[in-house]
C-alpha cells in the first residue's frame, strides 16, 4: 500500500512541476514584449495613425487588435488623444512554418499585361495580377493543360514566383516557364508533383521577358484552374536592355503615347490678380516685403524636389551633413512597411455618402503614402528598388481604380476626401518617373488615369463653385468665431464667405487638382484654374482668402487685426474632439497655400502677390512656435507642436531668411518631423540646402 501510495505521490509531483514548466513557458512567450506606447500623428473619422518606436500603425475606433500586413500583431492596452499603448501579440509556438520564400527582387508583375489559355467569365487574366487579394483568374472549364502568362516589357532578371492558389485544400501541379520572345518557352521549375496547397513559391534565377505559369493538374480532381495572385519577383536594376527589333508576344501591345514629362500647353504667361467676387470690401494689403520667385522648375515637375536638389540632397546624405543625414536616418524605419505591402485597390466609383466613402478614403491613403515614402526613398539614395515598387502602386490604381466624379457622388467634399491620395501618386510619380522603371505604356497608362483622376476632382470644385453660397448669400454676413469664450466676453466675427472660399473643401481639393494636372499634362484645367478670370475658385483667389481674410483679429493685444488666416474661428481642439484644433487648422490651410504656390511656380505662374500674404499667414503663426511662444488663442485649444511644426518646414523653403520661421523650425527635433497627409518627411524633402 505504502509503494502505491509513493508511487502516486511521485505522479502528483511530476504532473505539478509539468504544469508549472508549462505555465512558466506560457508566461514568458506572453511578456517576451513590452507595452509600447505611440504617439498619435494624424486623426481620421474612424482610425487613429501612431507612429513610434521605428513603426507607423494604423488604429482603428473600437478594435481591440491592430492588424499589421492583415496580421493581427498588436493588442491596444490604452487609448489616449495623443497616444496610443499598444502590445506586441506573440506569435503561436505551435504555428506552421511557412513555405512561403522571401524573394531578393522586388514585385515587377502587378498590372503588367497578362493572358490566359482560357477563361471563365468575370475572372480575367489581369484579376491574377492586379495586387488585389480577392479577384481572381479562373480558366473556363475542367480540362488540362492551362496556362497562364505576364509580360514583363523587357528582358529582366527574375528572382522568383509565388502562386496564391484558389482552393485552400487544393495541390495544383504545375511548371514554371519563361521565354524572351513570347515564343519559345523553357521549363525553369518543374512542380509536375507538387502536394503543397494554398501558396507556393519557387526561387529562381534567369532573365526573362515572358513568364507563364502551365497548369497540369488538380488534386482533389475536378476543379478548374484558377489563382488569386501571381506574383513575379525580379531585379530591376539588373535588367538588361531590351532586345532590338520586335518581338511578338501573346497579348496586344498597347499603343505608347508621348511621354508625360512634355510640357503643358499652358502658356506660362504671368496672370492679374484675380479679383474677389464678393462686392465687400477687400482685407488690408500685407506689408510684407515678397520674397523673390525662384525660377521655374522644369515643365512637369510639382516643383517640390527639383532634379538639382534631389542631386545636392544625395550628396548632403551620403557626407552624413545635418539635418539631412538624421532626417534620413529617421526616415528609412518608414520603408520596409510600403515594401512589404501590396496595394490594396478601392475598385470604385464610390456610391455617395450612404457608400464607402471612408473606405475608398483609407485605401487611397494608405497605397498613396506608400507610393510617396517609396519615391521619396528613390530620390534620397538612388536605390531603384523604391522605384520599381512605387510603380507596382501607380499602376494597380491605374487599372483597378475608377475615381469617383460628382455625377455619381453628390457628397460636397468628396473632391477632397480623394485629394491626399492622388496628390501623393502624383509626388510619387513626379521623383521615379525618370528612373527607368516605367516602359512607355506605363507612362501613357499612369498619364491617362491622373487625367481621369483630375477630372473627378474637379468636377466638385465645378459643383461647389457654383453652390448657392457664392451666389446668394450676403457677402457681407459674419458669424462668431467657435470658440468656447472670447477675451471680455465679447465674441469675435469673422466674413462666412471668405471661410467658404479659402478652408478645406476648396484649398485640398484644389491641391490634388493641380497636382494631376501637372502631372498629366492637363492643359484645359490649367488654364481654368489660372487664366480664367471668372472663375470663382482659381488658385490666386482661395489663396488670397485663405491667407488674407476679413475678421476681428484674436483679441490678444498686439496681435495683427484682422488675423491673416481663415481657420482663426476653428474652436480649441478639446471643444472639437478628434479633429485637431484653431493653431493646428491654421497651419494646415497655410500649409496648403504654400504647396500651391510651389507647384504654381514650378509651371511658370507668377505667384508674388500670393507669397506675401502667405509669408504673412505664416509670420502670423510662428508666434505660437520657438523662442517666447504664445499660447492658442482658442481658449481651450491644445498646440501639437510636433504636427504643426512639420508644416513649417515648406515656409522655410519659401522664405529662408525669415528669421520669425527659422526660429519656429529650430524649436524641435528637427530630424523627426513628418507631414503624414501631403509631403511626408519635410526637413528631408524641404529643408534649403544652402541653410
Request: glycine share 8%; proline share 8%; hydrophobic share 35%.
Amino acid at each position: 500500500m505504502s509503494k502505491k501510495l509513493a508511487i502516486a505521490g511521485t505522479l502528483i509531483v511530476l504532473i505539478i512541476l509539468t504544469v508549472s514548466l508549462f505555465s512558466a513557458s506560457s508566461s514568458s512567450a506572453a511578456s517576451r514584449h513590452k507595452a509600447l506606447r505611440y504617439r498619435v500623428v494624424r486623426h481620421a473619422r474612424t482610425y487613429d495613425v501612431v507612429r513610434g518606436h521605428h513603426r507607423r500603425l494604423l488604429v482603428r475606433d473600437h478594435h481591440r487588435y491592430v492588424k499589421v500586413h492583415g496580421v493581427r500583431r498588436y493588442r491596444v492596452l490604452k487609448r489616449g488623444y495623443h497616444f496610443v499603448v499598444l502590445r506586441r501579440v506573440p506569435s503561436p509556438s505551435a504555428a506552421a512554418p511557412t513555405t512561403t520564400a522571401i524573394f531578393p527582387g522586388a514585385p515587377l508583375s502587378v498590372g503588367l499585361p497578362s493572358s490566359a489559355s482560357s477563361v471563365w467569365a468575370g475572372d480575367s487574366p489581369a484579376a491574377a495580377n492586379d495586387g488585389q487579394a480577392q479577384t481572381r483568374w479562373a480558366a473556363s472549364s475542367r480540362s488540362y493543360p492551362q496556362w497562364w502568362t505576364v509580360d514583363l516589357r523587357v528582358p529582366t532578371t527574375v528572382d522568383g514566383v509565388k502562386v496564391s492558389w484558389y482552393g485552400a485544400r487544393r495541390a495544383y501541379r504545375y511548371r514554371i516557364q519563361t521565354s524572351l520572345d513570347g515564343v519559345a518557352f523553357t521549363t525553369v521549375a518543374d512542380r509536375s508533383q507538387n502536394r503543397t496547397r494554398g501558396t507556393t513559391a519557387d526561387a529562381l534565377t534567369v532573365v526573362a521577358r515572358y513568364v507563364r505559369v502551365t497548369i497540369l493538374g488538380v488534386s482533389p480532381s475536378g476543379a478548374i484552374a484558377s489563382a488569386y495572385e501571381i506574383t513575379v519577383n525580379g531585379d530591376v536594376g539588373a535588367t538588361p536592355p531590351p532586345t532590338p527589333g520586335p518581338a511578338p508576344a501573346p497579348t496586344a501591345t498597347p499603343t505608347p503615347t508621348a511621354s508625360p514629362t512634355a510640357s503643358p500647353t499652358v502658356t506660362p504667361t504671368p496672370t492679374p490678380t484675380v479679383t474677389p467676387t464678393p462686392t465687400a470690401p477687400p482685407a488690408p494689403a500685407p506689408t510684407v516685403t515678397p520674397t523673390p520667385a525662384p525660377t521655374p522648375a522644369p515643365s512637369g515637375s510639382l516643383g517640390i524636389m527639383t532634379p538639382a536638389y534631389v542631386s545636392a540632397l544625395r550628396t548632403k546624405v551620403a557626407s552624413g551633413t545635418e539635418p539631412w543625414a538624421s532626417a534620413w536616418a529617421q526616415f528609412k524605419y518608414d520603408l520596409p512597411s510600403a515594401l512589404a505591402a501590396t496595394p490594396d485597390v478601392f475598385v470604385g466609383p464610390d456610391p455617395g455618402p450612404t457608400g464607402s466613402i471612408g473606405t475608398l478614403q483609407e485605401k487611397l491613403d494608405r497605397d498613396g503614402y506608400y507610393a510617396r515614402n517609396l519615391g521619396i526613398g528613390y530620390a534620397v539614395s538612388g536605390d531603384v528598388k523604391y522605384a520599381a515598387k512605387a510603380r507596382s502602386y501607380l499602376i494597380a490604381w491605374a487599372i483597378g481604380n475608377h475615381p469617383t466624379s460628382w455625377g455619381i457622388d453628390a457628397d460636397e467634399s468628396g473632391g477632397s476626401y480623394m485629394a491626399h491620395g492622388y496628390f501623393c501618386f502624383a509626388y510619387a510619380y513626379d521623383l521615379t518617373k525618370d528612373s527607368g522603371v516605367y516602359s512607355d505604356s506605363d507612362k501613357a497608362t499612369i498619364k491617362a488615369y491622373f487625367r481621369t483622376a483630375c477630372d473627378a476632382m474637379m468636377s466638385y470644385l465645378d459643383h461647389w463653385a457654383d453652390n448657392w453660397v457664392f451666389t446668394q448669400m450676403n457677402p457681407t454676413r459674419q458669424d462668431p468665431f467657435e470658440w468656447s469664450s472670447f477675451p471680455n466676453g465679447v465674441p469675435l466675427h469673422y466674413y462666412v464667405l471668405d471661410f467658404i472660399y479659402g478652408h478645406d473643401i476648396s484649398q485640398m481639393t484644389t491641391v490634388g487638382v493641380l497636382a494631376t494636372a501637372i502631372m498629366s499634362d492637363h492643359s484645359a484645367v490649367l488654364t481654368k484654374l489660372f487664366d480664367t478670370t471668372n472663375y470663382r475658385l482659381n488658385v490666386k483667389t482661395i489663396i488670397h482668402y485663405a491667407c488674407a481674410p476679413r475678421n476681428d483679429g484674436d483679441g490678444i493685444a498686439g496681435h495683427p487685426v484682422p488675423v491673416p488666416n481663415v481657420a482663426i474661428l476653428m474652436p480649441g481642439s478639446l471643444d472639437n474632439p478628434g479633429r485637431g484644433g484653431c493653431v493646428d487648422y491654421m497651419t494646415y490651410v497655410t500649409r496648403l497655400s504654400s504647396i500651391e504656390i510651389l507647384m504654381s511656380e514650378a509651371i511658370g505662374k507668377d505667384m508674388t502677390v500670393q507669397r506675401a500674404e502667405v509669408q504673412t499667414s505664416w509670420d502670423y503663426l510662428h508666434l505660437f512656435f520657438g523662442t517666447n511662444r504664445h499660447a492658442s488663442p482658442a481658449p481651450r485649444d491644445v498646440i501639437d507642436y510636433q504636427t504643426d511644426l512639420s508644416r513649417f518646414v515648406i515656409a522655410h523653403k519659401l522664405f529662408p531668411s525669415d528669421a520669425g520661421i527659422l526660429d519656429a523650425v529650430n524649436s524641435t527635433d528637427k530630424s523627426t518631423l513628418d507631414e503624414v497627409h501631403y509631403l511626408g518627411p519635410t526637413t528631408l524633402t524641404l529643408w534649403p540646402l544652402g541653410s
